[in-house]
């Protein structure tokens, strides 16, 4: 049983444009999210997260929205650049961080030129 | 050097085989994972430890053992390999929030790619 999805496992955006990657989840006891990117022969690296007192959290070109009655959440880039170019995972946890993380399946975003 | 370092990072062996996969950190985190990641699956938990005497099975635990031997080093063991654990295995770490890391932060080695014949 997926608690958390991503329905899209592919995506590509032309450069300077936004890129939009959505994760749903199922599990009403998660309240805090993450989201890592992952380049070819690297493990993945922590991208931005959202508590879910919270419904916006941004950092510089990358913003999460969280939608918790729809139990959906978003992560927008603007503007897509080349190095952008990754798989990019939604997680969840429960306790705001302190549990273990479940994954998404992951998005491959391409940033094209 | 990495702070979170897998070994061996390739391995090709077959079906029946004991199997070996290492992690050591030199970051202090109390709390280690490992995860496979399958492609169309992405990351599964397989076991965790938040402290060295604490082992938990994760997502995916069947065939797979872990040894948690010291706070920095996390082994995976698969006693009798099968092919369908052909993936890419990920070990992580993390700590509490503000020790210098977001809650829910997981620090990734850069994986140990196995594959069972």
């Known amino acids: 049983d997926q608690q958390v999805k991503q329905n899209s496992p592919s995506l590509s955006v032309q450069e300077g444009r936004i890129s939009i990657l959505n994760c749903d989840y199922t599990n009403s006891m998660f309240d805090y999210f993450l989201w890592y990117k992952k380049y070819p022969a690297e493990g993945p690296t922590f991208l931005i997260s959202?508590?879910?007192?919270?419904d916006k959290n941004e950092d510089g070109r990358f913003t999460v929205f969280l939608n918790k009655s729809a139990k959906h959440l978003s992560l927008h880039i603007v503007p897509s650049q080349p190095g952008d170019s990754a798989v990019y995972f939604c997680?969840?946890?429960?306790?705001?961080?302190?549990?273990?993380?479940?994954f998404g399946t992951g998005t491959r975003l391409t940033i094209i030129p | 050097d990495a702070d979170v370092t897998q070994t061996p990072r390739n391995r090709i062996t077959k079906t029946g085989k004991r199997i070996m996969l290492e992690c050591s950190q030199t970051?202090?985190?109390?709390?280690m994972y490992w995860y496979r990641q399958d492609p169309g699956l992405g990351l599964r938990l397989i076991y965790y430890?938040?402290?060295?005497?604490?082992?938990n099975k994760g997502e995916i635990s069947d065939g797979y053992s872990v040894s948690r031997q010291a706070q920095a080093k996390f082994s995976l063991s698969l006693e009798s390999a099968i092919p369908n654990q052909t993936a890419l295995y990920f070990c992580a770490t993390s700590t509490h929030q503000g020790q210098g890391a977001q809650a829910g932060e997981l620090f990734f080695g850069e994986g140990s790619r196995l594959t069972v014949l």
């Open positions: 997680a969840a946890t429960g306790n705001f961080g302190n549990e273990k993380l479940t």
């Open positions: 959202i508590s879910s007192i919270k």
């Open positions: 430890s938040f402290d060295v005497k604490d082992i």
């Open positions: 970051k202090g985190h109390d709390r």
